[in-house]
Structure formats: C-alpha cells, structure tokens
C-alpha cells in the first residue's frame, strides 16, 4: 500500500529576500517611517523616503546612502491625488514597479468630541485615510500588472482596536485602516497581493512628544502622569514600544510568504493591547 506523502512547496512568488525590491514609505522622513525605510533598505531593498517636505526626505536619503544602502527621496502629500498618482510614476519610471507600499504618514489631534471642529476632524481624515487610499490604489495598478504582486502594510495603531478620550478622528480613521486592509487582501489575492496592519502601541516620536503636554492641559495632569498612568499603564512591563520593532513587524510581514497572512492585524504594543 503506498502513502501518499504530502510535500510542502512555497510559493516562489513573493520571497523573503528584499534584495532591490522598491519599497515606497510614506511619512518616511521622521519616526516610525524612518526606521521602517532604513530595516528595508539595510535588507537590499530600495527604499523610496515620501514624506511632505522634498528637503527632510532627501537628507533621509542621503543618510541612508551614507550607510551604502540605496535610497530614493520624493515630495508626496498622501492626501494629494496628483501628487500621489505622478509620485508613484516617477517610483515606476526610475525602478520599474512598487513592491511594497507601507502607508505611514500620519498626524494627530487632541480634543474633546464636543470642542471638535469639523475642518480638524476632516484634515485627520484626509491624511490618514483618502492618504492610505489614494497610494494604495496607484501602487496596486503597479503590483496588477503582469500579476507581478506585492505587500501593503498600513501603519495603525493600538487605536484600530481601542478607544482612548480626545482621540476621536485618530482612533476612527484608525479604525478605518483595518476596513481598507481587509478588503485589498480580498480583491488582492488573484493578483498576488497581500495587505496588513501593523498596530503600534506609543512610541516616543515627534508625535508622541506633541501629545504629552496636549492631553497633560487638556485633563489637568502632569505630562509625567500622562506618560505613566494613560500611555504606559497598561503594557506588561511599563516601556514605550520602539521604533525598530516596529519596524522589524513591517519587515515579517512584507517578507512572508503566501497568503496564509493577510487582512490581519498585529499589535505591537509590549501588550498593552492583547487581541
Ligand atoms: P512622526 O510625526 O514622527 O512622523 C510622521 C511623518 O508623516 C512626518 O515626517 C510627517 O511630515 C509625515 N506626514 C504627515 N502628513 C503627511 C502627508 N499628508 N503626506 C505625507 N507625509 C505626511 O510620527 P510617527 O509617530 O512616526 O507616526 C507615523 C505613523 O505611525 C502615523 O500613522 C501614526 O499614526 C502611527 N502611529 C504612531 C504611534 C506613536 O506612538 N508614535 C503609535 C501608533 C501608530
């Protein structure tokens, strides 16, 4: 009697290694995005540095050219449909496709929803998502054809999943993210696309220090109570998650082979959030 032996055979479509892949950054000139641009571009990939400001993103570059990596600076306002759209031609025309978007750039504002103002909650919706729409929709066209593929990671946050006070429009767009994810790895799969959100808890970047002394004023707290008692409370061991992990998440998930991850979320908040 013979056994029929099963033998697991990876898909070849979408390896591990990033050696020249392009790799498109938004908000790549600070933080989050900065550090995710460089694990990628010290991993072999080409790592496109978007952010609003031609300057900050090129001195980005350069440091990561520095370093012997390869880099590219753009001028790209997520929210900008021209700007976006002739971005990603620009990334096509140079490097010849997007294999990995990661949607980053983002903002915040810190208010009580009945002090909210409408531009405000309108502007965080523009950034955070017409921004995330408007980059995936004109790197999909690039990763369809010739069904050549590709990973999308949203940057989320903890706020995909939880609510905090004063956050209205983030913890909503945020939210949002998640929506968007899960239907791009729908529409995606045949065209060997993935899509998924990585889901940070606070991190100390330019964002974060912004909002210590915004939510200290706003509930008449010390900027240290915000930090320990609203931010950190409820992680496992009372630290800030850093930038390089999350960017070493980015990494896993852009690098995976298959579809056996996408439309997921991964929290990377030292478990402050355990979904
Ligand atoms: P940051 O302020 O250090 O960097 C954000 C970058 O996005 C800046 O370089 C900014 O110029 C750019 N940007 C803003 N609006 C833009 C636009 N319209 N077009 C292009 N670029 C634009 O902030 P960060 O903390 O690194 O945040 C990056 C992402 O991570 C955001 O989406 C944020 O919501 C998310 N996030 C941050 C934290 C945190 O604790 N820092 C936690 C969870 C999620």
Same mark, same amino acid.
């Given at each position: 009697?013979?056994? +029929?032996?099963?033998?697991?055979?990876?898909?070849?479509?979408?390896?591990?290694?990033? %050696?020249?892949?392009?790799? *498109?950054?938004?908000? !790549?000139? @600070?933080?989050?995005?900065?550090?995710?641009?460089?694990?990628? !571009?010290?991993? #072999? !990939?080409?790592?496109?540095?978007? %952010?609003? %400001?031609?300057?900050? !993103?090129?001195?980005?570059?350069?440091?990561?050219?520095?370093? #012997?990596?390869?880099?590219?600076?753009?001028?790209?306002?997520?929210?900008?449909?021209?700007?976006?759209?002739?971005?990603?031609?620009?990334?096509?025309? $140079?490097? =010849?496709?997007?294999?990995?978007?990661? @949607? /980053?750039?983002?903002?915040?504002?810190?208010?009580?929803?009945?002090?909210?103002?409408?531009?405000?909650?309108?502007?965080?919706?523009?950034?955070?998502?017409?921004?995330?729409?408007?980059?995936?929709?004109?790197? *999909?066209?690039?990763?369809?054809?010739?069904?050549?593929?590709?990973?999308?990671?949203?940057?989320?946050?903890?706020?995909?999943?939880?609510?905090?006070?004063?956050?209205?429009?983030?913890?909503?767009?945020?939210? #949002?993210?998640?929506?968007?994810?899960?239907?791009?790895?729908? $529409?995606?799969?045949?065209?060997?696309?993935?899509?998924?959100?990585? /889901?940070? =808890?606070?991190?100390?970047?330019?964002?974060?220090?912004?909002?210590?002394?915004?939510?200290? +004023?706003?509930?008449?707290?010390?900027?240290?109570?915000?930090?320990? $008692?609203?931010?950190? +409370?409820?992680?496992?061991?009372?630290?800030?998650?850093?930038?390089?992990?999350?960017? %070493?998440?980015?990494?896993?998930?852009?690098?995976? +082979?298959?579809?056996?991850?996408?439309?997921? @979320? *991964?929290?990377?908040?030292?478990?402050?959030?355990?979904?």
């Amino acid at each position: 009697m013979h056994t +029929k032996v099963l033998v697991y055979k990876p898909k070849e479509s979408y390896g591990r290694g990033m %050696d020249n892949k392009v790799v *498109l950054v938004t908000g !790549a000139a @600070s933080g989050i995005g900065r550090k995710i641009a460089e694990v990628f !571009a010290q991993n #072999g !990939a080409i790592a496109v540095i978007a %952010d609003l %400001d031609l300057s900050k !993103a090129s001195a980005t570059a350069d440091e990561i050219r520095s370093q #012997g990596y390869k880099a590219m600076p753009i001028a790209m306002n997520v929210a900008d449909e021209a700007q976006v759209d002739r971005g990603v031609g620009q990334i096509i025309q $140079e490097h =010849g496709a997007v294999d990995v978007l990661v @949607s /980053c750039a983002g903002i915040q504002h810190i208010a009580p929803i009945d002090q909210l103002q409408l531009a405000d909650w309108k502007k965080m919706m523009t950034v955070h998502l017409d921004g995330a729409f408007l980059t995936t929709r004109a790197c *999909l066209r690039s990763m369809y054809a010739g069904r050549r593929g590709g990973s999308i990671i949203y940057i989320g946050s903890v706020h995909s999943k939880e609510a905090s006070v004063l956050k209205a429009p983030y913890v909503t767009a945020k939210h #949002g993210l998640v929506g968007l994810c899960k239907v791009v790895a729908k $529409e995606g799969a045949s065209h060997n696309v993935r899509a998924n959100v990585v /889901c940070p =808890g606070f991190v100390r970047t330019p964002l974060v220090d912004q909002q210590i002394p915004e939510q200290a +004023k706003s509930l008449g707290i010390s900027e240290e109570r915000v930090i320990k $008692e609203i931010m950190l +409370k409820e992680t496992v061991d009372g630290e800030f998650t850093s930038t390089a992990e999350v960017a %070493d998440a980015v990494f896993f998930l852009a690098s995976f +082979k298959g579809n056996a991850l996408t439309g997921q @979320s *991964l929290i990377v908040s030292h478990g402050w959030c355990m979904q």
